[in-house]
RNA sequence: GCUGUUGUAGCUCAGGGGUAGAGCACUUCCUUGGUAAGGAAGAGGUCGAGAGUUCAAUUCUCUUCAACAGCUCCA
């Protein structure tokens, strides 16, 4: 007899080889039909494998992240044996479950190509299959036999893969009348996949190899039933509709010219004037915290890159230097505002009193980004980062991380972003040869970011190896309304530049010592975290930021200059109104406001001119009722000041 | 950068070897209308760019540029 240990603690007694779905059936039939994987131990494996040993046992379902990608990665077998039934003689590299869920599979299909009637003909092979409830059944094979296997075959990629493993390692699962090479685990057999979408095609190369062949890779997703596979569309849907190249269009927000460059995105009036509400409320909230605020050029000596490191590392895969016509001297588009902020701080000498020093600037940088990379406003060639670098002394560096995770979730919830994690980037276990700066320093700066990430209750990953090699780091990832994650603010500690600029001050003991340095960046770029607040928001800005707050619309010509004295008014009280002064029939207006997602309208005709109200109506609610001019700004006014999410 | 798909009016898109169409937007006129599209007329295009095939190319072929999807990369 075995003892198994379930989650909540009970352990129970088993005969030695019981499985884990026999276990399921012991406890509730039910949990059975629903069971998909299980870890035991830690390790998921198949819920058919036997347990020989007393273990911890978890039932993986549907609702567990594990057990979704075991269905998943299944998904991609039947994915598989669907093709070899339509495409005799189909070669298979890699079919794995991917994380933002769904699988994929890379063929080679011998030089035919496929497109989207295609893939609903897979689509249809899948769920005949899926029917025969095939068991996906595991063997273990010798490396000969496997080899041999594929051999016949003629698989390349298969055999490719098997020469790299041991002996002795290698498993072959069977699904009908499909075999593939795979470590698993796998759900219990085909008949969980009830809902299937093939989703795109794409080319792959042969283990992400350029000079490798171009393989067709098929995106798919499964679910265990129709009702969530519709869900999932319809949040594909409205994440196209999201989409902040498509609202930056349609909301007047940003530009893009071929003339200009790639990459290089140009602010139209609305959105320069989004983009300044966000710099000075930031702005604001630094200069409260001690910040100061500095101004750099937008480029730089050649060997102030040399002296940072920069050009060494990346000079080749930057845009090229300029020069100057007389001397020949080679000047580098700022790609980091850090090198300019270490100058900075060697413009006067410092005492240990004078630390930290912050010095803050909305420093445009520009990179070189492969072209295929270019993406809207998340991946471009010059943007602006939301830059601070903090210079202090090691013992500083706790209470300074304490003071810009702060400053982090506070721009997070006046943003609305209320669901966060933190990922700590810490050095290898293994290998610390290729990190710069003492052990001393490194433990005191990893023990000072995970112990103020605790102190602030953040939800926190910890990932080794994960560090840059001038130091370790703090990330911020949001998840948006849609619960799609995005990386944004930024906080790393730096013990290479002081190093490389020789910064110094003179402490107590009237000795120089070498401060440390703290990048840190909320937003990340504006640009970047724009783009995120579009789609987060679906265009539908806070109030405080909406480019226009107002629109006023004049029932007819007659109510014009009510109208224009109603504009009047807000202005004086700061507020941004426009009228919409058209000819055009009330019914019109209005719709062209709600879909320019413009917050508040102010229906005016001669029933509000002779009582001095206004008719207020919010986007997307509709209509508030009537109200004295005095009552509608302090609407706005505690809306703007509270700086509420729109809905 | 690599592979694939796409490129027609400001936007969304149809068409197709004989130099072009719709809806919305725009301009003018009529309409002065009470909570999501009032009516009419008009203007607007080297059909992404270059070359080739052809009597004739926006349409076919090649090259190139760009966008999109994915791959590789990212201080």
């Known amino acids: ?16 080889g019981v499985t884990a779905l026999d276990i399921a059936k012991s406890i509730s039939e039910g949990l059975a039909r629903k069971v998909l994987a299980a870890k035991v131990n830690g390790e998921v494996i198949d819920a058919t494998r036997p347990i020989t040993t007393d273990a911890t046992l978890q039932l993986l379902t549907w609702t567990d992240t594990d057990g979704k990608s075991t269905m998943w990665h299944s998904s ?23 994380e933002g869920g769904g699988f994929y599979y890379d063929v080679d299909l011998g030089g035919r190509t496929i497109n989207e009637e295609d893939l609903r003909k897979i689509e249809a092979k899948m769920v005949e299959l899926a029917k025969h409830n095939s068991v996906y059944t595991r063997k273990e094979v010798s490396k000969a036999d496997a080899l041999q296997y594929f051999t016949e075959k003629g698989d390349e990629y298969k055999i490719e893969t098997i020469h790299e493993l041991a002996d002795g390692s290698i498993t072959f699962y069977t699904q009908g009348g499909f075999t593939d090479l795979c470590r698993g685990p796998h759900i219990p057999n085909t008949g969980f996949i009830k809902a ?39 949040l594909i849907e409205e994440a196209k509709k999201r989409d902040h190249r498509k609202l930056g269009k349609e909301l007047e927000l940003f530009t893009f010219s071929e003339k200009v460059g790639l990459g290089l995105p140009m602010w139209l009036p609305k959105g320069a004037l989004l983009r300044e509400r966000l710099q000075r409320f930031l702005q604001e909230a630094q200069m409260a915290t001690g910040y100061l605020p500095v101004v750099t050029p937008h480029i730089g000596n050649k060997n102030l890159y040399v002296t940072s490191g920069h050009y060494e590392k990346y000079g080749q895969d930057s845009f090229r230097p ?34 930290p020093v912050r010095f803050a600037e909305f420093g445009t940088v520009y990179r070189y980004e492969q072209h295929g990379e270019l993406h809207g406003l998340t991946r471009v060639r010059g943007f602006t980062q939301d830059d601070a670098h903090l210079f202090c002394r090691p013992d500083q560096v706790k209470d300074e991380f304490m003071k810009v995770i702060d400053l982090v979730l506070y721009v997070f919830n006046s943003l609305g972003f209320q669901n966060y994690t933190a990922q ?53 990832m949001v998840k948006d309304a849609l619960g799609r994650k995005w990386q944004l603010g930024t ?20 000795a120089k010592h070498r401060p440390v340095m703290i990048h840190r960046a909320p937003f990340g770029s504006l640009e970047r975290f724009i783009a995120v607040l579009i789609e987060h928001c679906g265009g539908k800005f806070p109030l405080w930021l909406a480019p226009t707050q107002v629109k006023i619309l004049p029932i007819s010509d007659k109510s014009q200059e009510y109208a224009e004295k109603v504009a009047a008014q807000l202005k004086a009280a700061d507020i941004r109104a426009e009228i919409d002064d058209r000819s055009e029939k009330i019914g019109k207006k209005i719709r062209e ?39 509608f700004k302090e609407l706005v006014n505690e809306e703007v000041v509270n700086r509420k999410p729109f809905e």
């Open 424 to 476: 700590v980037s810490l050095r290898s276990k293994e290998d610390r040869s290729k990190y710069i700066g003492t052990d001393e320093n490194w433990e005191l700066a990893e023990q000072a970011i995970i112990e103020s990430a605790a102190a602030k209750g953040l939800p926190t990953v910890v990932e080794y190896g994960e560090a840059a090699f001038y130091g370790p780091k703090l990330d911020f």
């Open 322 to 355: 300029i020069t100057t016509p007389e001397e020949g001297e080679e000047f580098m588009l700022k790609p980091m505002n850090c090198p300019h902020h270490c100058e900075l701080y060697k413009a006067s000498p410092k005492s240990y009193k004078d630390l």
């Open 491 to 510: 906080i790393q500690v730096d013990y290479n530049l002081p190093e490389r600029f020789e910064l110094e001050y003179i402490g107590a003991d009237n």
């Open 593 to 631: 406001a709600e879909l320019a997602k413009i917050p508040y309208m102010l229906v005016l005709g001669e029933k509000e001119a002779t009582d001095n109200l206004v008719a207020v109506r919010r986007q997307s609610k509709g209509d508030l009722g009537t109200m004295t001019m005095d009552q």
């Open 76 to 98: 991609a077998h039947l994915m598989a044996e669907a093709l070899e039934a339509l495409y005799p003689g189909v070669k298979l590299g890699y079919g794995p479950a991917i």
């Open 1 to 16: 007899m075995i003892n198994i240990t379930l989650p909540d603690g009970a352990v129970r007694q088993y005969e030695a």
């Open 196 to 234: 299937i979408k093939l989703t795109n095609i794409a080319g792959a190369y042969w283990r992400g190899n350029e000079k490798n062949k171009m393989l067709t890779r098929i995106y798919g997703i499964t679910f265990p039933n129709q009702k969530e596979l519709d869900e999932h569309l319809a």
